[in-house]
């Protein structure tokens, strides 16, 4: 990882490539925080395990859903990185200062309005698992908005308030698409018997092409709309923003809130273990070394998903209420949980850390030309 305090020297593109300037490497960047890794394993999982080339690796991946692998996968990657957030929000300097409410309350009382939801279950915890299943899409699609404006700033690609807007909306496409194709969102919100007129069901029909269109054609669009003012789309913010949509157009949406979990879990972790690595190397006093933080932030993020996913659910059902609807209901409450904290910690004000470590690399990459 490049080192704090000083400028970065992860490599730059060459002029026209449009690669930007990664935070680790162009392979760690693109396949990890840029999802490509996940691209090969949605193919997999449309192909099955019937297509004679790829069958055994597609039966491979299965085995990763089996009974006996997913909870360690889940708690590996999935449960760890909403445990992250949490993490991230109490190490990083100065939050517990500027955020009293969300370090000290906040915890209080998304317990206290989980237990309330465990109590009335069949009406207030249903609502609670619905608003989980509409909200995750639009969280995966704000997430990969910011990734991308943030590559765009730290490889000197000057964005106007437009192609802000721009980005934004193409990451919404998939979040549109999820909200009328899946069994939450629209469908949670609205009666039965509007959903199943004939208008609604022709109108719904026509829009689903139509945000896959806007979602797939949109990052090249944006590249175009660049280039004609000399600025170059880094390619992992299209990237990001193609990924983030063949999640939630290719795959059913079962799968699709799997495997979306899955590569956002990975794609969260490596970011935040970015940031976090950085912080600390560049504290005064600081004697460890990278393997050293990596393995502490992540072995704590492991703990306490351990303690969230598992302990909690377990509470609650000693305490005589039905595991199975605790464990549901815990799972909604953190994921929401998670997206508000991310809201304020990855904030950018002129003083906060974030912003000082993404700006540490963008003056290099204005003096260099990246």
């Given at each position: ?16 490539l449009?690669l ?7 392979s760690?960047d ?15 999982v ?44 109490y ?42 299943f ?26 106007e ?43 719904l ?7 896959i269109?806007a ?20 390619a ?47 504290k ?51 994921n ?15 003083q ?10 963008s ?8």
């Open positions: 990882m490049p080192s704090p305090g000083a400028p970065d020297r992860a490599p730059v593109s060459a002029p026209g449009g930007g300037r990664c935070f680790v490497s162009p760690f693109y396949l990890l925080i840029g999802g490509g890794l996940s691209l090969p394993v949605i193919g997999l449309l192909a099955g395990p019937g297509a004679p080339v790829v069958g055994p690796l597609a039966a491979g991946l299965d085995t990763l859903t089996t009974p006996a692998l997913l909870p360690v996968v889940m708690l590996l990657f999935s449960t760890t990185h909403f445990a992250a957030s949490t993490v991230r929000l190490t990083k300097p100065g939050a517990t200062r500027s955020l009293p409410f969300l370090t000290m309350a906040f915890p209080l009382v998304a317990l206290a309005l989980l237990t309330l939801c465990i109590v009335e279950a069949g009406t207030l915890g249903h609502h609670l698992r619905q608003l989980y509409t909200w995750s899409p639009y969280h995966y699609a704000a997430q990969a908005y910011g990734l991308s404006v943030m590559y765009c700033h730290r490889s000197g690609c000057a964005l308030a437009s192609d802000k807007r721009a980005i934004r909306w193409i990451s919404l496409m998939a979040f549109f698409y999820s909200t009328i194709s899946s069994g939450a969102g629209l469908y949670w919100l609205a009666p039965n018997a509007v959903l199943e007129s004939s208008a609604v069901v022709a109108t029909d026509v829009l689903r092409p139509l945000l269109a979602g797939v054609l949109g990052p090249a669009l944006l590249w175009l709309r660049l280039r004609r003012r000399s600025q170059t789309l880094p992992i913010c299209a990237l990001m923003l193609l990924v983030n949509g063949f999640w939630w157009f290719a795959l059913p949406a079962t799968q699709a809130f799997i495997w979306a979990t899955f590569f956002h879990g990975i794609q969260y972790l490596a970011i935040v273990l970015i940031f976090h690595v950085k912080e600390q190397l560049g005064p006093g600081n004697r460890h070394g990278r393997t050293y933080h990596v393995v502490w932030f992540y072995g704590a993020c492991v703990l306490l998903a351990y303690a969230l996913f598992s302990c909690l659910p377990q509470a609650y059902s000693l305490a005589g209420f039905s595991l199975t609807e605790s464990l549901l209901l815990v799972v909604a409450a953190i929401i949980h998670h997206f508000i904290v991310d809201a304020y910690i990855w904030r950018q004000g002129r906060d850390g974030n912003r000082k470590l993404i700006e540490s690399a003056a290099v990459a204005a003096g260099t030309g990246a």
